[in-house]
């Protein structure tokens, strides 16, 4: 008895001690706490990169671990997003790639669209300038597609402003660039106030507004482009608009070479010690280094040598490992182009492959039909033939049954009148 209710306590111990045994962190993981720690991201996004970024790296790897498709597009949707922003353009064309084919599962068209954007504005600033425009081509086509017609002139308003960068990359002609640019600014115009998109709507239209403004300083058209840059950064500084520092630093970085180009160089000097603070909110190497550019410039040209001095070694030390970092990333852009050259070219061999093999096969049945066509025509030749031989035969033998009582007939009457007696006896 003693034996059974010990066996009984042992039971019922390991029985507690198993059900309040606690779960692993990965364990406890779930699609709704996954989509939570998006929404964070998502809400940081404009705010602190960095913080995005580690949310949304947490939220795909848990996504990929727990096989949530959804997950997987849009944290990758967001990674890809600040690395683009970042100049992290060899991240973008690798993770772009690899999420494609999840976006395309689920048919998430606003994220594949991005997507193609995103990896097409890379590959224009890699230099790889006809597979940008085959990625702009694949985001407009994508874009048709979705449902939201705000969110359709939204993408869509930003795949023309990554064809107007490329038409400048390619040295295409002005009208070119300024025709995309205004089709930007004329498209997102098109998206309601909706609070949805209104936020990015407003960065939408900054981005329009500066890069107009770029335009109109190249044809010196200076008036107009200090218009558009204000234009610019009233928006981004509107309180009521969760403001995009990327696009805000980009405007100071602008306003600070328009000066420049002036011999404005306290303008200058301003505008690019402005970028330069909130720069470091952000973390993106390349208008760091055109601030340190316009910097040092406008402190040799205002006379100011040690200044200029300290700046122009900060821009080349930032260039110099910008340029390492291009050449290594480099191989990325390089190796899926190859990449897609040879399935293109493995499905441009089995296509010729079956063409090949489909036209031997209806030669093939075309041969043995004629021949077949032939060999019944042979047949009913033949029977045709051996019809008239049988014919002519019984024809003769015919003839021969009538011809022979004729004959006998001939023959009786040739005879001598005493002879036919005796043969009729």
């Excluded at 002005?174 to 936020?199: A, C, F, P």
């Excluded at 600070?256 to 160089?265: C, F, P, S, V």
């Excluded at 004629?370 to 019944?376: D, E, G, P």
Aim: charged share 25%.
């Amino acid at each position: 008895m003693k034996l059974l209710l010990t066996f009984l306590c042992l039971i019922v111990q390991l029985a507690y001690s198993q059900g309040n045994q606690k779960k692993t962190p990965e364990q406890s993981i779930t699609e709704s706490d996954i989509n939570k720690e998006i929404r964070k991201a998502q809400e940081l996004s404009s705010k602190d990169i960095k913080q995005t970024l580690q949310l949304s790296k947490d939220a795909y790897q848990q996504s990929k671990k727990l096989g949530y498709t959804k997950g997987i597009v849009e944290s990758s949707n967001i990674m890809i997003t600040k690395y683009y922003d970042m100049g992290r353009y060899k991240d973008v064309i690798e993770l772009g790639k690899e999420s494609e084919k999840y976006a395309v599962d689920i048919s998430n068209y606003e994220v594949l669209s991005n997507i193609y954007l995103l990896i097409g504005l890379s590959y224009t600033d890699l230099g790889f300038n006809d597979e940008s425009l085959k990625s702009f081509k694949k985001a407009l086509k994508v874009a048709e597609k979705i449902n939201s017609k705000n969110h359709q002139f939204y993408k869509k308003s930003l795949i023309y402003n990554g064809l107007a960068s490329h038409s400048a990359h390619i040295n295409a002609p002005i009208d070119s660039v300024v025709y995309y640019q205004k089709k930007t600014l004329e498209t997102i115009l098109r998206v309601n106030n909706d609070q949805e998109y209104l936020d990015r709507k407003n960065s939408t239209l900054a981005l329009a507004y500066i890069n107009l403004g770029k335009t109109s300083n190249a044809l010196h058209q200076t008036k107009d482009s200090e218009i558009y840059f204000s234009k610019a950064l009233e928006i981004l500084q509107d309180k009521n608009y969760i403001g995009n520092k990327f696009l805000e630093v980009s405007v100071y970085n602008e306003f600070a070479w328009l000066y420049y180009d002036q011999k404005k160089y306290p303008q200058s000097i301003m505008y690019a010690g402005k970028g330069e603070e909130l720069e470091k909110q952000i973390s993106s190497p390349y208008l760091r280094r055109d601030i340190y550019e316009v910097m040092f410039k406008s402190y040799v040209d205002a006379g100011q040598k040690e200044r200029s001095s300290e700046y122009m070694n900060l821009f080349t030390k930032l260039n110099d490992s910008i340029e390492n970092a291009e050449n290594i990333s480099i191989n990325t852009p390089i190796k899926v182009i190859t990449d897609e050259q040879t399935q293109v070219h493995t499905s441009d061999i089995h296509k010729t492959w079956i063409i090949v093999l489909g036209s031997i096969l209806i030669l093939a049945i075309l041969t043995w039909f004629l021949w077949r066509k032939n060999q019944n025509h042979l047949h009913k030749k033949y029977r045709n033939i051996i019809n008239l031989l049988k014919l002519k035969k019984m024809t003769e033998i015919y003839l021969m049954k009538i011809q022979a009582p004729i004959k006998t007939l001939l023959i009786i009457k040739s005879l001598p009148l005493q002879i036919i007696p005796l043969i009729f006896y």
